[in-house]
Structure formats: structure tokens, C-alpha cells
């Protein structure tokens, strides 16, 4: 059986890694306090089966009201529940992926681990959808019922078509299966073997260029079914899959991106910190993929796992590494970023979540940021998660104990920047405290991770919670508020107006919310002062609204939009640029 030293270093090293697990910052810090010193070295790798599968179908369970939440600018549905919409009890979900259908965003999957009973640490590949942007979720049940699946991974082309990537192992050896679906989930063609191994991560290619369409895979080389090797690619749509071969540097515990150009982007941990490794050629079919470089990246800090009964997530990752490039018109474009949840080496604070970022393609990085803007030194910032909108806003959740003192309870946290990193806003408090210890299918954890995708309506989440006293997989839609123009004190709009995107090239989306139905008018202005369209000029209702403004025939520059209801005004700025 393995063990956590093999599962970071080589065999041959086995006894000389004990001996560096012991000592190494990757793992403990002297003046950290927390349980992070108390690691089980000898803990089995747990991405197998440790029992035969039992059936507990969801019929016999009993039923609650499904947890859910509205604000404005936030949500909360939960995704897997029966077909009347309830809670199926005694069962769990957790580590969920996201993936949309990029010619209808209302199409939607969300894939996780799936629990039938939470007496059985046996899981298979869940997974559910909407069609309806997430007000409503189809949970139809497991692909590959009755098999033995982990760590899903989601993903989506330029052509509708969604790709579920599921880890499953037998005998020791672990491999992953990727599987196909172009009715929006309601069916799955035959899973596709792709070698893979676990912590594996998957990018498709969605752009238009020679690579549109490659499916690039990588995990961790040593629980693999072909060790040590990393890495492999489809360039056929999911028909074959390469023969394994290896990055760079042996990155873990990360994820991929591919850049506008079909650049390929790796991030992962190492024994002593991140790094980030690049290929310009693997868009080629036929092509060896060449890595461009492999380079180690400060967060200022290290990756953290297995942290002990005293962590929110005593079996499992606090985060993984995170990386995207921006591909918007602005003034980002082409930037790499990093983020992760790192214990930094720097602070006492158990756990913070960094953010790096590179304007030269990867090759060098700038000094990390810190995202979160706690002023103590107890709290756990974990799961940090991050996307990019189209129009260069960096999105980044979090889950956060810093409302719960002396305790591992967490809540949602987010903040967002417009200045390509260099700026956060002010952190918002988006859920009410979970205990994240509770609801446990036999496994110490809630997963490795969360994940999520930014559009013109915000960022898209899928995430775990326990708020049902047990495991649940939620979709919360988050819609950045931003502030005036006219508000030098950054006070927040009385409409709460924004628009996104912004700066835009074809079109933006003015969002406002309304206390009561009553007569608006909403004008969009020139620098002069002459009026460029009216959008708006009557009656609606109360609640929030969203009007599409087409900006394809106004040359680039600055345009000013005015929002007139209950006596009052507000004015912002739209950025139109070509």
C-alpha cells in the first residue's frame, strides 16, 4: 500500500522523504500553532475503494427542504436533489466542477463525488444540469453506476459539447475515463480511457485556432497507471488519447489553462513551493508537445494537505493552485495569473489565499498579492478559487473562519479586481457559517476543491456546504457591485447600477435593482452631453433588471449612461473599445 511519502517523492526516496516530511516548511512551520504540525504521514492513499459497492437507492432515504439563499447580487441553489426538488438525507456530494455551454449559458453541468450513503465511503460520478442559468437543477443520477469514481473534472468546447473527467483505481493503479455528452447531460457516450491518475485536471482548447477542440490532461505522476509519467492530449474530440509522457518540474495538485493564442498553461505544487510550466506548441496534432519552460512560482507560501483534526479539511487539500490567462479585449489581455491558498511563510495565519501574477507569458512573476483582508492572524482562507469575465475582471471565492473565532466554521467570501491583480475590493461576506466537520461520508474532507467560471452575469460557482447537516453540492451565481463614479467616498449606488462588461466591444449588460415598481428612465450620453440611446423610458417592475446595450456602431471612447427613478439619478461610465 502507499503511503504520502511515495506519493510525493520517488520510491527510491521513500526513507529520505520521511525524514524531509518531517522537517520541511511544506508541511509545518515551528511557530505555527495549528494542527498542520500533527500530519499521519502513514496515511493511505485514499482515492480507492475501501469496500465493495453497496445500493442505497435515493428512494428510500428521507426527504428535507433543499437549503437555498437570495440576495441581491447572490444566490444559492442546491444541485443535487430528487426530482421534486427536496434533499435526499443521509447522503453526501462534495468536490464539485463546472462546465457551460458557451453558445447558451442557461446550459449548465455540475459533476462531484457522489455518496449514495454517507456509511459508505463508495462514490461514483454525480453529476446534474440546468437549463435555466441555475434557477432549477437536474440531478438524473451517476454515470457509470455502481463503478467506483473520484475527483471529477468537467469541460466544455466551442461546440455545445460537455466532457466529464472521473478518476477511478483497482489493485493500486489509478487511471481516469473522460466521457462525453451533447444533449446538455441527459445522456453520456462510453467513457474514453486517457490514462491520466489522481488529482488530474482538464482543459479544452475552445478557440478558433489550430488547437480548437484538444482535450490536455495531467495529475500526479506518482498514482498513476503509467508512472511517473504526467501528461496527456487528445486532438481527435475525445476518440484517443496520447501516450503518457511527462511535464516538467512533476507538478501536483494544480490545475491547466490555454491561453487565446492555444499556448497551454501548467501550475502545480512542488516539494518547496509552485510552479508554472508552458507549452507553445501543443496545439499542433502531430506534434511532440515541446514544454517551453517549467519555472517556480512565489506565493509566498506553500501548498497545504492532510492538515490534521484541527484544520477544516483534516484528509483533504486546502486548496489547490489555480492558473488563467486573461483573453479579453483589455488591457490584460494575455496576462497569466496564479492563486491558491498557501500556509505563508511569512505569517502565523494558518492559511491565506495568494495571487501572482505574469505579464510576460509565464516566464517571470510579479511579488504575490494577498487577496484576503482580514487583519488577524486565525483565521483559515481556504479553497481559494479564481476565473476571469470577458471583460479582464478577476473573480476569487474563498471559504472563510475568520466570523468564527477559535473554530474551523466557515463562510463564503468574495472579491474581485478590475486592475489586473493589483487591487482587490473590499471582502464580502456572501453565506452564513458552515461547519465543515459534519456530514462526513467516512472520510475526513469535503474534497479538494471548488470551481468556477466567469461571463457578463458574474461568476458561476459550484461549491460544497453543510448547511442541510450534511454534505451538499450548491450553484450560486455571484454579480459584482460596482460603485459610482459620481461617489467619491465609494458609497454604493441607491440602484445598486452597474454594467459588465466594461470596457466592452459589441455590447454590455446595465444592471439596476428597482424597490418598487415605478417609471425609469435610462439614457446612455457622449462625453458632450448628446444623447445616444434611450433604452429605457417607462414602467417596471420592482426587482432587479438587466438591459442589453449593443455598442457595435459607436466608435471607441467614453460614453456616460444615466439612470433616473423615485426622484433620484445616478451616472456611470461605459468604456467602449475596438
Not at 5 to 31: D, E, N
Amino acid at each position: 500500500m502507499k503511503t504520502i511519502s511515495q506519493f510525493l517523492l520517488p520510491k527510491s526516496l521513500i526513507l529520505l522523504s520521511v525524514v524531509m516530511v518531517l522537517l520541511s516548511p511544506f508541511w509545518t512551520k515551528a511557530q505555527n500553532q495549528t494542527n498542520i504540525n500533527s500530519l499521519n504521514y502513514g496515511r493511505d492513499q485514499l482515492e480507492h475503494p475501501t469496500g465493495s459497492y453497496i445500493e442505497s437507492p435515493r428512494e428510500t432515504h428521507p426527504r428535507s427542504k433543499a437549503y437555498s439563499f437570495r440576495s441581491t447580487g447572490f444566490s444559492i441553489v442546491q444541485v443535487n436533489i430528487d426530482d421534486n426538488g427536496f434533499n435526499i438525507v443521509d447522503d453526501a456530494a462534495n468536490e464539485p466542477s463546472i462546465a457551460c455551454d458557451p453558445d447558451n449559458p442557461d446550459n449548465m453541468i455540475i459533476g462531484w463525488r457522489q455518496f449514495d450513503n454517507i456509511n459508505n465511503s463508495f462514490r461514483q460520478a454525480g453529476m446534474g444540469y440546468t437549463t435555466d442559468g441555475g434557477e432549477s437543477w437536474t440531478f438524473p443520477g451517476v454515470i457509470d453506476p455502481g463503478v467506483f469514481r473520484s475527483d471529477p473534472v468537467l469541460g466544455h468546447d466551442g461546440r455545445g459539447n460537455f466532457y466529464y473527467n472521473s478518476l477511478t483505481s483497482a489493485n493500486d493503479d489509478y487511471w481516469t475515463n473522460v466521457y462525453k455528452s451533447s444533449d446538455i447531460g441527459e445522456t453520456w457516450e462510453m467513457g474514453t480511457y486517457s490514462h491520466g491518475g489522481d488529482k488530474q485536471w482538464m482543459t479544452i482548447d475552445r478557440s478558433q485556432g489550430v488547437g480548437g477542440g484538444n482535450i490536455y490532461e495531467f495529475w500526479n505522476g506518482t498514482y498513476s497507471v503509467c508512472s511517473p509519467y504526467n501528461f496527456t492530449r487528445s486532438t481527435d474530440g475525445n476518440e484517443n488519447y496520447e501516450a503518457c509522457s511527462s511535464i516538467p518540474g512533476d507538478p501536483y495538485w494544480g490545475t491547466t489553462c490555454v491561453g487565446p493564442d492555444g499556448t497551454l498553461f501548467v501550475c502545480g505544487a512542488q516539494w518547496n513551493g509552485l510552479m508554472v510550466a508552458r507549452s507553445s506548441n501543443a496545439k499542433y496534432p502531430g506534434e511532440e508537445v515541446v514544454w517551453d519552460f517549467a519555472v517556480g512560482v512565489s506565493l509566498g507560501g506553500q501548498v497545504i494537505g492532510f492538515g490534521g483534526d484541527d484544520c477544516p479539511n483534516p484528509n483533504g487539500l486546502l486548496g489547490q493552485a489555480i492558473i488563467s490567462v486573461d483573453s479579453s479585449d483589455g488591457p490584460g489581455y494575455g496576462n497569466v495569473y496564479l492563486l491558491c491558498s498557501v500556509d505563508r511563510t511569512t505569517s502565523i495565519d494558518p492559511c491565506d489565499v495568494m495571487f501572482a501574477k505574469s505579464t510576460d507569458g509565464g516566464l517571470t512573476w510579479e511579488n504575490p498579492v494577498k487577496v484576503n483582508d482580514d487583519t488577524g492572524n486565525n483565521a483559515w482562507q481556504w479553497f481559494g478559487t479564481m476565473s476571469i469575465a470577458p471583460d479582464g475582471r478577476i473573480d476569487a471565492i474563498w471559504l472563510d473562519s475568520r466570523d468564527n473565532f477559535g473554530s474551523v466554521n466557515s463562510s463564503l467570501y468574495y472579491s474581485y479586481s478590475l486592475d489586473q491583480g493589483e487591487t482587490w475590493s473590499e471582502n464580502e461576506r456572501l453565506s452564513d457559517s458552515f461547519d465543515p466537520h459534519i456530514g462526513w461520508p467516512q472520510q475526513a474532507k469535503m474534497g479538494d476543491y471548488f470551481d468556477m467560471f466567469s461571463d457578463d452575469k458574474g461568476a458561476h460557482l459550484a461549491w460544497a456546504a453543510t448547511f442541510n447537516g450534511e454534505q451538499d453540492v450548491y450553484y450560486s451565481l455571484i454579480t459584482p457591485s460596482y460603485v459610482s463614479i459620481n461617489d467619491p467616498d465609494n458609497l454604493q449606488s441607491n440602484f445598486k447600477l452597474n454594467n459588465v462588461p466594461n470596457p466592452c466591444s459589441d455590447h454590455t449588460y446595465i444592471r439596476y435593482q428597482l424597490p418598487q415598481k415605478e417609471f425609469v428612465s435610462l439614457k446612455v450620453f457622449s462625453v458632450g452631453g448628446q444623447i445616444v440611446e434611450t433604452l429605457v423610458n417607462g414602467i417596471q417592475d420592482k426587482g432587479e433588471q438587466v438591459v442589453l446595450f449593443n455598442v457595435d456602431d459607436l466608435p471607441a471612447g467614453v460614453y456616460f449612461y444615466c439612470l433616473e427613478a423615485s426622484g433620484f439619478a445616478e451616472t456611470k461610465r461605459i468604456i467602449v473599445i475596438k
